[in-house]
């Protein structure tokens, strides 16, 4: 009998482990499905997006190429190596970058000065239970307008209340950077390690001495070299504001095109792409120098007083050469045009008419804004693949990597609107030649940010793949970029929300979404229609941050 019970139960186990692993094959193949179901309609999402965007872009319902720009285009692109000289134009061209430089230290020291301080007050990484009070709730919540409307809007503002004024410009810098900057520096502190807060606040420290022992010193490399990011961002932010009269590099490229004079726009450019590259270099020397061996030169770039005698004296030389003056913020002038602009831009226009100008206006904007990161991504990533410094690189692919590396920084260095004036002059004004500016100046970010993306890899897949015989091209297709895929997506992501912003400044000069409705309302003088317009503008760019936050969680998870 107990042998009979013995099979019996034997039998039994065995029908279970079948069970069992059948129930597995079966969840299995039920994830996969699921999995696959779940890519298959993200394919189809992303094919009805993109065929929507070319449908608002206007592709294959009008003409679009300008077969008589080509000859202007190569023009231009001859004299980037015949520069215009004279002793005249190189002391224009020295004051103009002294100028530009002026006015990106200080709207990034303000920027990070500010984002700093409302970063900290609105940080969750100083509660002990991660949650944040109301104060840092609404300082979040009043940041969202600040960082949503573009540096070029700020400035125009700003000019109709302090008139021709350094302060202009350096404001407008400074306060829809400080705005990013403080959302960036709160999710850094929120991004570090939260052990050393908890065992400090255990030991009887207050939640501000556990904060700044325990979390601060943590993120305070990220934080220098996103000073130095936003460094570069202001140099080219200050090339912009050239084209609503702040003085520099910018004004001096906006007059030559004017002309149009080719050789005098390089002479004023090549100091722009030099002063992106200084910003570049800095930053990633601060970020190499934490990992490097300790000699005297990374001793002393890691000292906190290094940098803080050198932004002393950067500054202090900036607001010399701009002759910034303060008592401008309060003068008898500026109150009363603030008056004059409350009273002329309140309440904005929101008539039938007018939101039916506003509506096909903000669907071209938002499919500028998605037909600049499809066109960015396809350079980008080859560009990044290129560009991307590996450790058993071989002499052809390091003088491969210089080049992808320049040809990143030119099209980052380049303002959009300057990209946008170039693009003109091959494809018809419209939302068309704006989305292909505001792609290449993207893809130069973007390209920068996957490059680091690649360099940080695990690169022992494609050292495998080559050394069985793989070109560099299957290599990488196969072990490279399945890793990279998910950063890829991210970044672009955040970039989408960024090229909300730039979409006016390429608007304006493409003739495009809402920038083209903003340059014929300014003509007016309809400064009501103008807010409106804003108005529009932050919404769209308030919905697609939450669009673009909630897709990145889903990426993530």
């Given amino acids: 009998m107990s042998d009979v019970t013995s099979r019996l139960f034997d039998v039994t186990l065995a029908e279970a482990g079948t069970q069992r692993r059948g ?59 015949q520069p215009a000289v004279s002793v005249d134009l190189l002391r224009t061209v020295a004051d103009a970058t002294l100028i530009t430089l002026a006015y990106a230290v200080l709207g990034t020291m303000l920027s990070v000065l500010g984002g700093l301080v409302f970063g900290v007050l609105s940080t969750r990484a100083r509660h002990d239970r991660l949650t944040l009070p109301i104060p840092g709730k609404v300082l979040r919540v009043l940041a969202i307008p600040v960082r949503g409307t573009h540096e070029a809007l700020w400035a125009l503002l700003l000019v109709n209340i302090l008139g021709i004024n350094p302060l202009v410009a350096i404001l407008a810098i400074a306060l829809p950077f400080g ?109 190499r120098s934490a990992s490097g061996r300790p000699n005297r030169f990374r001793r002393m770039i890691r000292q906190p007083s290094s940098w803080l005698v050198a932004m002393t004296v950067s500054a202090a030389i900036a607001w010399w050469k701009l002759g910034v003056s303060p008592s401008s913020l309060w003068a008898e002038r500026a109150r009363k045009e603030f008056g004059f602009v409350r009273q002329n831009f309140l309440p904005p226009e929101f008539s039938s008419d007018h939101i039916r100008v506003l509506w096909p206006a903000a669907r071209q904007t938002i499919a500028i804004s998605i037909g600049s990161i499809i066109v960015s991504l396809i350079a980008a990533v080859p560009l990044a693949l290129l560009s991307a410094r590996l450790s058993d690189q071989r002499r052809t692919r390091i003088a491969a990597s210089w080049i992808g590396r320049t040809i990143l920084l030119i099209a980052r260095s380049i303002p959009p609107a300057i990209w946008a004036f170039l693009v003109v002059l091959v494809l018809f004004p419209g939302p068309l030649p704006a989305t292909v500016a505001l792609g290449i100046y993207n893809a130069g970010v973007l390209g920068r940010l996957l490059a680091e993306v690649v360099e940080n890899l695990d690169h022992r897949p494609r050292r495998a793949l080559r050394a069985t015989g793989a070109s560099p091209l299957v290599a990488n297709a196969y072990a490279t970029l399945p890793q990279a895929v998910p950063s890829f997506a991210t970044y672009s992501l955040y970039r989408w929300e960024v090229a909300m912003r730039e979409t006016i400044v390429v608007g304006v000069a493409a003739a495009g979404g809402l920038g083209a409705h903003i340059r014929q309302v300014m003509a007016a003088f309809a400064y009501d229609k103008l807010l409106a317009t804003v108005l529009v503008l932050l919404a769209i760019t308030g919905l697609v941050d939450v669009l673009s936050s909630t897709l990145r969680k889903r990426l993530l998870s």
């Avoid at 601060?216 to 932010?237: K, M, Q, T, V």
């Fill in 23 to 81: 129930h597995q094959h079966r969840s299995q193949q039920s994830n996969w499905f699921a999995l696959g179901r779940r890519r298959s309609a993200w394919l189809v999402a992303a094919i009805c997006v993109m065929l929507w965007t070319g449908v608002e872009l206007g592709i294959g319902r009008r003409a679009l190429v300008n077969g008589s720009g080509f000859t202007e285009l190569f023009k231009f692109v001859r004299a980037s190596y």
């Fill in 179 to 287: 705005a990013v900057s403080m959302r960036v520096f709160a999710e850094l502190f929120e991004a570090q390690p939260r052990d050393p807060f908890d065992v400090l606040r255990a030991s009887g420290a207050t939640r501000w001495q556990a904060f700044f022992y325990g979390v601060f010193p943590a993120a305070a490399r990220d934080l220098g070299s996103y000073a130095f990011y936003r460094f570069e961002c202001a140099i080219r932010a200050s090339a912009v504001l050239g084209i609503v009269g702040a003085a520099g590099l910018g004004q001096q490229i906006y007059l030559s095109s004017l002309e149009p004079n080719y050789r005098e726009m390089w002479t004023f450019l090549w100091p722009l792409v030099a002063l992106s590259a200084l910003a570049d270099t800095l930053s990633s020397t601060l970020r």
